[in-house]
């Protein structure tokens, strides 16, 4: 699970949306009370900032942070707010509470989490003033610690160097991220890490003396154990493997900071250490729960020593033994795994019932707190959440498609997880049945048609996670409606494309807010920072994808696009900026609101764009090419200096860049295509040359799996998608091959084809989950038709979750529906065309006439 998606999800039931909407009802009335003359008020996003008139701030310096606890949070923005409007010192907050709780959450980011106010003073002596006025206002108040910066004095105050206004540069990844000028005034990049660092060119004033001596002089955590190595970090603290114990055996060490890592009652991190503690003091001697060795605190943090299981988690176990994953899913395989699945069940429900004979409601059953020892017992682990079952408290806090809805209580809470974990080890797709509860029959219904599980295995599947009355769960008349015609309409032996296309796009348009200035069409959580414009998370790949596909598009969400753009502040980039939008709106019938977007867009040239085709250079390339081949002089020279920079630059990095992703959109396959797709206009032939040698940089990046696929490594996975996987580096060696059908890259083509092949992906969408694996095979295919085609266009099933009685898709992380091109309803419409009717796929890809047509050529 990827802990950004939980903050996205409280806003909306069905929708990831902004956590500034979400606590949008609790703003402090401060967002809102009327300033002194001189002085005026913005928005950025979840801030509300304050600045008066005339004072100009320097680009970057010593910034304060403040830092509160939910309870005094209020006060002490009033203290701030008033501090600031006496001293004309330019500050921030956070909106509201709501917000804040999100930031200072368990899975919050280590290296923000705590900032609720930042003031940015102008220069060392007003840095001093604010320290000393605000450090006597504010003395003694207890709150997070900011783990990214200095602390000074003994209240909620912390200084970082870092930037005052919004500059951008690319790291060492090919990265945008936020940037400092160094000394020779190059931006380089302002690292906001999990701990304090000043830059070594960055002044630092006299004032700050005494706090960064302080800090230097703690050298010992003051733990008797040698910390070994990290388990796991969150925001609540971290969990370490250590030795050197009285006894000398090995324990696990969990980290509590105070206030930090907040559920969602508010309770912190310390309270529901101390709580685990006296769990496991209860739950002594049972099997499966790990021996307490006892608390203890070193500086600040509070420690839970407990033993080390050793064994690896019920997630892991899953991966290595799950037979779906490959191309041939062999019966004898299918059968073991059965077998080893359900009597890992077997297992969890000893052990619980042994838990609730003691009284005690574990309250966080899932995967990851399961660890499979080698002798194949399970063992439970993380007690934080649990509850006396006859003082019964419902958790705060929970695993997405594990947590049970309000209606549950006491032991049913774990009965309901047990019931997710019985899915999951067979369909690894818990978190569908909690976006619509009617999946749980269709999905106990395909666990029942592909495994051999016992009669009656899956009746807690269907009772618990299914709709009952009892349970509690907020109606979502949405979603669900017509299940079995939408599933028939994309299981059947000979599909109707044309049903298919307008269901998808009805539904697509049903989500519209045209309303809304900030986004279109509901997508993945990145459009609340890249903008919810572009072609991989916005409006336009959204229209994109209907006009490639024939389906109905509403001049009013053209119109709204056209306006958007016009007025929305828009990065260079193809997939994640404005050349992507520009570039829709001219497929669009758009031509002067797209030529107009493309001259305002900042010079790639002085943006240094990176190698990637969604933001860098190749990417912006094709774009340009787009509109040199329509008719605008200038811009191939542009298109080809761009696309060759960004060869040379990954050429220079070579093999030995460790940092570097492979795939379409991230790796050096996203150069090799826009080299290409130039030469094709140009005839060089040393740019194909160029694009076979960046070809072999990303396929030096896979390696063969034992079912026969070649997929790229991706620390310990491998990955065959076509974001950062084999099947987008298959993409442009189909196109490269289409001039050199002979080039030695072309061995790798059928284990690409392989890895686009498994039965069971977890995701539906384009970039990463099974429409770009469709997608990758209808193309390279040369057409619709083909067998493993309608397997997996069958297959795109288990995913769907109706919209207002239309097809519709879960996005990245199944927590919620998205409808943009990169996750959700968009790309799979587009996957789905190129295999049922030959329609264009992604931009660009394809051989050079299918290519062409993509490119609206």
């Known amino acids: ?194 701990g304090f660092a000043v830059p070594p060119w960055a002044p630092v004033p006299d004032c700050l003396a005494p706090a960064l001596a302080a800090r230097s002089a703690q050298q010992d955590s003051g733990l008797p154990y040698t ?173 997405a498609g594990f947590t049970a809805p309000a209606g549950y209580t006491g032991p049913d809470i774990d009965r309901y997880a047990l019931a997710a974990i019985r899915l999951w080890l067979f369909l690894p797709l818990a978190q569908l049945p909690a976006l619509d509860p009617g999946k749980a029959d269709e999905l106990a219904d395909a666990i029942e048609r592909r495994f ?59 989500t519209a807010t045209p309303d809304r200035p900030d986004r279109l069409f509901p997508g993945d959580v990145a459009q609340f920072t890249h903008g919810g414009l572009g072609l991989a998370h916005g409006a336009a790949g959204v229209l994109y994808a209907l006009r490639a596909t024939g389906s109905k598009i509403d001049p009013g969400h053209v119109r709204w696009l056209v306006r958007a753009a016009r007025t ?65 002089p200038g811009l191939l020279d542009q298109a080809v200096g761009l696309a060759r920079a960004s060869a040379d630059a990954l050429e220079k990095a070579g093999r030995g860049d460790s940092r570097r992703r492979a795939g379409l959109l991230a790796g050096a396959s996203g150069a090799a295509l826009a080299l290409i797709r130039l030469h094709e206009h140009t005839g060089e032939w040393s740019l194909l040359d160029q694009a076979e040698s960046l070809l072999e940089l990303d396929l030096d990046r896979c390696t063969d799996v034992a079912d026969g696929t070649l997929q790229v490594v991706d620390g310990r996975r491998v990955l065959p998608y076509v974001e950062t996987g084999s099947t987008g580096i298959g993409l442009v060696l189909d196109a490269l091959l289409a001039h050199r059908p002979d080039s030695p890259v072309a061995s790798a083509v059928p284990r690409i084809r392989r890895a686009a092949e498994p039965e069971f992906v977890i995701q539906p969408g384009l970039f990463n989950g099974r429409a770009g694996l469709l997608g990758y095979l209808a193309l390279t295919g040369r057409g619709p038709g083909t067998a493993e085609l309608d397997r997996q266009r069958r297959l795109l099933a288990l995913h769907q979750v109706t919209y207002r009685g239309e097809l519709a898709f879960p996005g990245d992380q199944l927590l919620r529906l998205s409808t943009d091109l990169a996750t959700g309803s968009a790309g799979v419409l587009l996957a789905l065309g190129t295999a049922l009717a030959g329609t264009p796929f992604l931009p660009w890809t394809g051989h050079p006439r299918t290519a062409a047509a993509s490119a609206g050529r």
């Open 227 to 399: 910390v070994e190595r990290v388990l796991h970090f969150s925001n609540a603290g971290g969990v370490y493997l250590a030795g050197g114990g009285p006894d000398g055996t090995q324990v696990v060490l969990k980290e509590a900071r105070p206030f930090a890592g907040l559920d969602q009652r508010g309770v912190d991190a310390v309270t529901r250490l101390h709580h685990e503690h006296d769990v496991l003091a209860r739950l002594a001697g049972v099997p499966g729960v790990p021996a307490l060795h006892g608390m203890l605190t070193a500086w600040e943090h509070h420690f839970l020593a407990e033993e080390f299981v050793t064994g690896r988690s019920l997630t892991e176990w899953l991966t290595a033994r799950y037979p779906l994953i490959h191309p041939d899913s062999d019966e004898a395989a299918v059968a073991t795994y059965t077998s080893e699945a359900l009597d890992v069940v077997g297992r969890i429900e000893e052990s619980l019932a042994a838990i609730h004979a003691r009284g005690i409601v574990f309250g966080d059953l899932h995967p990851r707190n399961l660890i499979v020892r080698p002798t194949g017992e399970v063992c439970f682990i993380d007690f934080e959440l649990a509850s006396p079952a006859d003082a019964f408290v419902r958790p705060a806090l929970g695993a």
């Open 452 to 510: 051999p599980v016992p009669p009656g295995y899956t009746d807690d599947i269907r009772r618990f996670l299914g709709p009952s009355a009892e349970a509690g769960r907020t109606p979502r008349p949405d979603v669900g409606r017509r299940r079995a015609e939408a599933c028939a309409l994309l299981t059947a032996p000979v599909p109707d494309w044309p049903r298919i296309r307008d269901s998808l796009a009805r539904g697509i348009a049903g």
């Open 568 to 632: 929305r502040p828009l990065t260079a980039g193809l997939y994640h900026g404005g050349h992507g939008v520009a570039y829709a709106l001219d497929l669009l019938g758009e031509r002067e609101a797209a030529l107009g977007l493309l001259r305002r867009l900042p010079d790639p040239a002085a943006e240094s764009p990176g190698p990637g085709l969604a933001s860098g250079g190749p990417g912006i390339a094709l774009a340009l090419l787009h509109f040199a081949t329509t008719g605008e």
């Open 1 to 194: 699970m990827d802990n950004r998606y939980e903050a996205y999800a409280y806003a909306d039931p069905l929708f990831y949306d902004s956590p500034r909407r979400w606590g949008a009802h609790e703003e402090f009335e401060a967002v809102t009370r009327p300033l002194p003359d001189g002085w005026e008020r913005g928005d950025l996003e979840m801030w509300s900032v304050v600045r008066p008139t005339g004072v100009r701030l320097p680009e970057q310096g010593w910034k304060i942070h403040v830092s509160a606890r939910v309870e005094d949070a209020e006060e002490v923005l009033e203290l701030v707010h008033g501090y600031c409007l006496d001293t004309r010192v330019t500050f921030k907050f956070l909106r509201g509470l709501p917000i804040l709780q999100v930031q200072n959450s368990k899975y919050a980011p280590r290296g923000s989490s705590g900032k609720f106010c930042t003031l940015y003073p102008v220069g060392d002596d007003e840095l001093e003033r604010c320290l000393d006025g605000l450090g006597h206002l504010l003395a003694g108040r207890r709150a997070p610690y900011i783990l990214s910066d200095l602390r000074w004095g003994d209240g909620p105050l912390f200084l970082r160097y870092g930037g005052f206004s919004e500059r951008y540069c690319r790291n060492e990844a090919g990265e945008r991220v936020l940037a400092l000028a160094g000394p020779d005034g190059r931006l380089v990049p302002d690292v906001r890490g999990a």
